[in-house]
T-cell receptor, first 108, second 115 residues
Framework: EDQVTQSPEALRLQEGESSSLNCSYT??????LFWYRQDPGKGPEFLFT???AGEEKEKERLKATLTKKESFLHITAPKPEDSATYLC?????????FGKGTTLSVSS | EPEVTQTPSHQVTQMGQEVILRCVPI?????FYWYRQILGQKVEFLVS????????KSEIFDDQFSVERPDGSNFTLKIRSTKLEDSAMYFC?????????????FGSGTRLTVV
């Protein structure tokens, strides 16, 4: 069964304190791993797609990496505006299977 | 930047009533989806739609649910007889054919409250 597990569930950081979010996945034949950001009451906002182990992508303070079993979202020197829930998903057929997300709070 | 538009943003309905949630996907996208998110839970896949037919559906998408593309721009989700447990945020999404380097684009959602 395709499955996505994210950890930690919640993370509190001080502004400027770098950290990483983890996404472990089990899928038969990875056809894409996706990272999304979700603000309260809003739809998921696309961040990255990764397809193969060793692939990395960056956007501002965020960097996503992929291995054969997990993906990391590294946040460098976060700002309060980075506070959100970060969702990881894998593609299974035409569907995305999401994890529960990591809720990040960054305080100034 | 192109976006997926959903209406209404919030709908309250009585148990047993029919509701239709509406979506306008991105114009050059070919795949359309509905997802739902019960408060505090993960985003769950309901159905995918391509070339005017359902491509894939989850166990959640039972006979009380249906989807339709009534014209060239709208994509709808109908719930025939709503139950209390249908209360959730419903997200429409769309994607282009082929490479998904830009991911699936989600709308802002419709919050459905069944009372």
């Amino acid at each position: 069964e395709d499955q996505v597990t994210q950890s930690p569930e919640a993370l509190r950081l001080q502004e400027g304190e770098s950290s990483s979010l983890n996404c472990s996945y089990t899928v038969s034949g990875l056809r894409g791993l996706f990272w999304y950001r979700q603000d309260p009451g809003k739809g998921p906002e696309f961040l990255f797609t990764l397809y193969s182990a060793g692939e990395e992508k960056e956007k501002e303070r965020l960097k996503a990496t992929l291995t054969k079993k997990e993906s990391f979202l590294h946040i460098t020197a976060p700002k309060p505006e980075d506070s959100a829930t970060y969702l990881c998903a894998v593609r299974a057929g035409t569907a995305l299977i999401f994890g529960k997300g990591t809720t990040l709070s960054v305080s100034s | 930047e192109p976006e997926v538009t959903q209406t209404p943003s919030h709908q309250v309905t009585q148990m047993g009533q029919e509701v239709i949630l509406r979506c306008v996907p991105i114009s050059n996208h070919l795949y359309f989806y509905w997802y739902r998110q019960i408060l505090g839970q993960k985003v769950e896949f309901l159905v995918s739609f391509y070339n005017n037919e359902i491509s894939e559906k989850s166990e959640i998408f039972d006979d009380q649910f249906s989807v339709e593309r009534p014209d060239g721009s709208n994509f709808t989700l109908k719930i025939r007889s709503t139950k209390l447990e249908d209360s959730a945020m419903y997200f429409c999404a769309s994607s282009p054919q082929g490479e998904l380097g830009y991911g699936y684009t989600f709308g802002s959602g419709t919050r459905l409250t069944v009372v």
